[in-house]
């Protein structure tokens, strides 16, 4: 019974040590930006980042999305190895670590889901001094929803209490106003109307207006001017889930394929797959590709509901929930001949199913997640990219 009652209190005692190690750590950062958000998030980390080093601001960031990385003061990166998965904890660690490069500012994607480890890590571990929240769609309801209201809520816990918010949403900001004015947090909306299509030719990827003009505005806020960040902006590299399209040529057929597995709510692929197909209208054959997880077929099963409101020649599931997604698409009324059951497959074995049903020129659509089977069949298109 001591030795239970010595341990509890060695554990206690460890517990307020760490505590206090962190919140020394963090008073040796000057300012620290924290990006939450349903869709854009690792994008938006990395663009102000880059912008704030581009105005000369010493900036180390870090993202958490398809890929977790470190990025360091001069633009360079490394990846975030998980032994034990994903912990915000990590946020710890990653702040022990700036405040010892006496650095300007701390720029870290949120990594937590749930309302409660949201609210945690924002006002006992991170305590940013300015928070962005990117938008709010109906995604990951099983544990922020049921609804749009709850996620907007949910992550309006990471809102820095009477610090700065920055978003570019526009459907629910007069609820985030709403939950801004309670936390004192002064609250800024921005507009993609103020990023023209010349400033978006300079990307090497396909990335968003509206990320871009969140980004700019952030960097604005710290005295840097439009040119100046996007010069920034252009050389940052982008993260592993922007969405890039290939293009190669297999066997005489013709294939495009884009890698929009970061839009993983029903409501931006809906429209990332629209804007691809408008882009391409001049290929009839588009087949979408969806890429199941076992730890997330509710989002699967979201995205096989909104393929109803979408055109499209083909449907293929795979990964690791193929027939159960496949008889989920049949309940809901999917064309049985459209819908194509893969299992796991490779990026070869992909190709020549669509090889079979059109020889010629086919736009694919890869959704769903960029994890597992996904991310096997983005490194096929990638390493025989003819596009330039």
Same mark, same amino acid.
């Given at each position: 019974?001591?030795?239970?009652?010595?341990?509890?209190? $060695?554990?206690?005692?460890?517990?307020?040590?760490?505590?206090?190690?962190?919140?020394?750590?963090?008073?040796?950062?000057?300012?620290?930006?924290?990006?939450? =958000?349903?869709?854009?998030?690792?994008?938006?980390?990395?663009?102000?980042?880059?912008?704030?080093?581009?105005?000369?601001?010493?900036?180390?960031?870090?993202?958490?999305?398809?890929? &977790?990385?470190?990025?360091?003061?001069?633009?360079?990166?490394?990846?975030?190895?998980?032994?034990?998965?994903?912990?915000? @904890?990590?946020?710890? @660690?990653?702040?022990?670590?700036?405040?010892?490069?006496?650095?300007?500012?701390?720029?870290?994607?949120?990594?937590?889901?749930?309302?409660?480890?949201?609210?945690?890590?924002?006002?006992?571990?991170?305590?940013?001094?300015?928070?962005?929240?990117?938008?709010?769609? &109906?995604?990951? #309801?099983?544990?922020? =929803?049921?609804?749009?209201?709850?996620?907007? #809520?949910?992550?309006?816990?990471?809102?820095?209490?009477? =610090?700065?918010?920055?978003?570019?949403? *526009?459907?629910?900001? &007069?609820?985030?106003?709403?939950?801004?004015?309670?936390?004192?947090?002064?609250?800024?909306?921005?507009?993609?109307?103020?990023?023209?299509?010349?400033?978006?030719? !300079?990307?090497?990827?396909?990335?968003?207006?509206?990320?871009?003009?969140?980004?700019?505005?952030?960097?604005?806020?710290?005295?840097?001017?439009?040119?100046?960040?996007?010069?920034?902006?252009? *050389?940052?590299? &982008?993260?592993?889930?922007?969405?890039?399209? %290939?293009?190669?040529?297999?066997?005489?057929? *013709?294939? !495009?394929?884009?890698?929009?597995?970061?839009?993983?709510?029903?409501?931006?692929?809906?429209?990332?797959?629209?804007?691809?197909?408008?882009?391409?209208? !001049?290929?009839?054959?588009?087949?979408?590709?969806?890429?199941?997880?076992?730890?997330?077929?509710?989002?699967?099963?979201? #995205?096989?509901?909104?393929?109803?409101?979408? !055109?499209?020649?083909?449907?293929?599931?795979?990964?690791?929930?193929?027939?159960?997604? %496949?008889?989920?698409?049949?309940?809901?009324?999917?064309? @049985?001949?459209?819908?194509?059951?893969? =299992?796991?497959?490779?990026?070869?074995?992909?190709?020549?199913?669509?090889?079979?049903?059109?020889?010629?020129?086919?736009?694919?659509?890869?959704?769903?997640?960029?994890?597992?089977?996904?991310? $096997?069949?983005?490194?096929?298109?990638?390493?025989?990219?003819?596009?330039?």
């Amino acid at each position: 019974m001591i030795g239970l009652f010595i341990g509890l209190l $060695l554990l206690i005692g460890f517990g307020i040590y760490e505590f206090l190690q962190s919140q020394k750590n963090r008073n040796k950062i000057p300012m620290i930006i924290h990006i939450n =958000g349903t869709r854009g998030k690792s994008s938006v980390t990395r663009l102000i980042a880059a912008g704030l080093r581009a105005g000369g601001k010493k900036t180390i960031a870090k993202t958490t999305g398809s890929a &977790p990385v470190l990025i360091f003061e001069n633009g360079s990166e490394t990846p975030i190895v998980r032994h034990f998965g994903a912990n915000i @904890k990590e946020q710890i @660690k990653i702040m022990k670590f700036a405040a010892k490069r006496n650095i300007d500012i701390l720029v870290l994607e949120c990594m937590a889901v749930t309302p409660e480890y949201q609210w945690v890590t924002q006002h006992e571990i991170v305590q940013a001094d300015i928070g962005v929240i990117t938008n709010s769609r &109906p995604d990951h #309801l099983d544990v922020m =929803g049921p609804g749009l209201r709850n996620v907007t #809520l949910s992550l309006c816990n990471t809102i820095p209490k009477n =610090g700065t918010l920055f978003t570019s949403e *526009k459907k629910v900001f &007069p609820l985030m106003k709403k939950e801004s004015d309670k936390c004192g947090a002064k609250i800024f909306q921005s507009d993609e109307s103020t990023v023209t299509s010349e400033d978006m030719k !300079h990307f090497t990827y396909i990335e968003h207006k509206e990320n871009v003009a969140l980004s700019l505005d952030v960097c604005k806020y710290f005295d840097i001017g439009k040119d100046v960040a996007l010069s920034g902006m252009y *050389k940052a590299i &982008p993260d592993v889930g922007a969405m890039e399209i %290939y293009q190669t040529t297999h066997q005489n057929m *013709k294939l !495009h394929f884009v890698h929009a597995f970061a839009a993983n709510d029903p409501e931006s692929t809906e429209f990332v797959i629209n804007s691809v197909k408008e882009m391409y209208s !001049h290929i009839e054959n588009v087949a979408v590709v969806l890429s199941t997880r076992a730890d997330r077929i509710f989002r699967s099963e979201q #995205l096989i509901e909104m393929m109803q409101n979408v !055109h499209y020649s083909q449907f293929y599931l795979i990964g690791e929930q193929t027939n159960t997604m %496949y008889s989920y698409a049949l309940k809901h009324n999917l064309p @049985k001949e459209k819908v194509i059951d893969c =299992g796991w497959s490779s990026g070869e074995e992909l190709v020549k199913r669509i090889k079979n049903i059109n020889p010629q020129e086919t736009l694919i659509l890869g959704i769903g997640n960029i994890g597992g089977n996904g991310g $096997l069949i983005v490194k096929y298109f990638k390493e025989r990219n003819e596009n330039v």
